[in-house]
C-alpha cells in the first residue's frame, strides 16, 4: 500500500504544543500553561452560550455582522474592516495562505509566536526568523532581512513567550520603513493587559496606512480561549481578501453569541487589567525573590529565566510534583526559560512558593 505524501515542507513543520491542562495522576492542577484569562468565564457570556443552544441546528451568521458591529463598537471601529476567525490563529494562517506561498517570505522574530513558523510553512513560503536583541525583536535587523521576496511581516505586541513590548513610535517607524508591498500583521493577543501609555495595539497605524493588519482574540482577557473567536482590523483591501478564502462558518453561533455578551460584560476588561498590573509584578518579584531572573512583560505572564535547560526542567517537573502546570519554551529557542501565567491571587501564591521552594532545595 502506497500513503499519499504532502507537499515536502509539511513534514519540516512541529505539531504546536498546546499547555497541557492536566498531570497524569494529580487531582487538582493549577494550570497555568495557555495565558488564559484568569478570571473564568465571563458570567453574560456563560449566559449567552445557554441561550442559543437550541439554535445550534443552524449555521451561524458566515459573516459575524453582529459581532463586528458590537466589536465597532466597542472599539471605535468600522464594522466594515474587520474579519472574524476561529480564533486569531485561524486568521494568520488565511493571512499567510494568501499573502505567502512559494517565492513570498514570511518574517518573524526569533522568539516570536510560533503559528508565524507553523502557517507561513504550510503556505509554502520560507520562513526568516531574525535574531532579537535582551529578548525583544530587533526592528533593525528586520528591515535588514526585508528582500525582494518578501511579503509578510508578522510582529506580536506584547509577545508571546518573551513578553516584550514595543512602543508605538518604533513600530510606526518600522512600517514607514518597509516596502509598501509588505503586509505587516501586529499581532495584538495581549493589547488588552498593557498597562505603558506608549503603547498602539495597531489601529492607530491600520488607519495610517494600507499594509497593515492587526490581529487580536477572545482567548485571553475575555476568558473564551475554548470557544476560539478572534478578529483582525485590516484595510478594505485585505478584508475583501480574507473574505474570499476564510471558511464560511469560520465562528460557531455560541461563539458569536460568547463573544458579543463578554464584551458588553460590565468591567471585565478593567477588572482583568488591574488584577494583572497588581498580580504581574506581585509574580516576577516573588521569582527575583527566589533567585529566578524575570524577564520584563506587557502580558498576562512572565518569562522565568532558569539560566540552563537542566534548571529549566528540574523547576518544570518540581512545580508538577505540587499540580503545578508552566509552559515549557524550548520549541520557541528558550529552553532554560518557563513562562508562567498570572493566575487568580491564590494560584500566584502557589507559584511563587513552589519556585521558592525548589530553588531552596536545588542549592
Ligand atoms: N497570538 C499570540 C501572540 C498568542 O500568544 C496566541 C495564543 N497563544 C495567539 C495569537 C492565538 O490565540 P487564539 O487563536 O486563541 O486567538
Redesign the pocket.
Known sequence: MTTPSPRPEILTIHPYVAGVSEIPGVNRTVKLS??EGAFGVPPSARAAIAAVVSDVFRYPDGGAGALRTALGTRWGLDPARIVCGA????L?YQLCLSYGGPGRDVIMSEHG?S?YDIAGTYAGSRVIKVPERNLTADLDAMLAAVSASTRLVFL?NP??PTGSMLPAEDVARFRAALPPDVLLVL?A??AEYVTRSDYDAGVKLVDATDNTVM?R?F?KIFGL?GM?V?WCYAPPAVVDVLDRVRSPFNVSVPAQAAAIAALAEPGWVEAGREHNAVQRPRLAAGLEAAGIKVWPSEGNFVLADLETTEAANAADAFLRSRGIIVRKVGGYGLPQCLRVTVGTTEEVDLVIEAFTDFMRQSR
Open positions: 495557555s495565558n480564533g486569531s490563529d485561524d494568520i509566536f503559528i506580536a509577545n508571546n499581532d493577543a495581549y490581529t482574540t482567548s480561549g476560539r478572534g
